[in-house]
């Protein structure tokens, strides 16, 4: 099957306002591209994240690959590749069933870190209190920790250094999803978020 295809080697606001999200999906909706990859990190750099894009790549054209497999299968099997970004992935698919419809999703891939104040890929986490970012907040494990398939249901605690305030108990996001592959730490999630979601993640508008 012929596959069309756009990269865009940027970072930052690309892959990250609402509105430049949404005209990159209307390229796919309006059956422009099959699918358009896009970094979403505060910088793209090279080095890290060339390989895994040339895997993508091969397993797309080479392989006759879905573009979401593929981007598990590359971006989400190298570690160093999605520690430098995150990257978001708009894509269409045809709909099992007799009638075969497009469908169009935009979703982000990311890897998972409280140490680096990335709670289940959220960067964009902000303190419940304050709304201070999440580079002020200090991320835990809280209880019981899970492994394996079940990691996505360890709960954190969270200690914002700007307000003092702490907070425990905090499960994931049911909109969190963990990426089905070998590799733990790696989710996704449907990309942009919507305002709901924000705030549950104490992003204010």
Excluded at 41 to 55: P, W
Excluded at 84 to 110: D, I, K, N, T
Aim: aromatic fraction near 10%; glycine fraction near 6%.
């Amino acid at each position: 099957m012929f596959s069309r295809g756009l990269v865009l080697c940027t970072c930052g606001p690309t892959g990250r306002i609402t509105k430049s999200v949404t005209m990159l999906k209307m390229m796919v909706e309006l059956n422009i591209f099959d699918f358009v990859l896009v970094f979403s990190g505060v910088s793209t750099i090279d080095n890290l994240v060339i390989h895994a894009l040339n895997r993508f790549v091969e397993n797309v054209f080479v392989y006759h690959m879905k573009p979401w497999d593929a981007l598990l299968q590359s971006f989400g099997e190298d570690r160093h590749a999605i520690d430098a970004s995150p990257v978001v992935l708009c894509f269409a698919e045809l709909a099992e069933g007799p009638s075969h419809q497009r469908v169009v999703e935009c979703r982000m891939l990311a890897l998972s870190s409280f140490a680096d104040a990335r709670p289940w890929g959220l960067d964009m986490y902000r303190c419940p209190q304050c709304a201070g970012p999440s580079q002020n907040i200090q991320f835990n494990a809280c209880g019981r920790k899970f492994y394996g398939s079940k990691w996505l249901q360890t709960k954190m605690k969270i200690h914002c250094r700007q307000c003092k305030t702490s907070k425990v108990d905090i499960a994931a996001p049911t909109w969190v999803h963990s990426c089905h592959t070998d590799n733990l730490f790696r989710v996704w999630y449907h990309w942009p978020l919507t305002n709901s979601q924000l705030s549950e993640i104490g992003v204010r508008h």
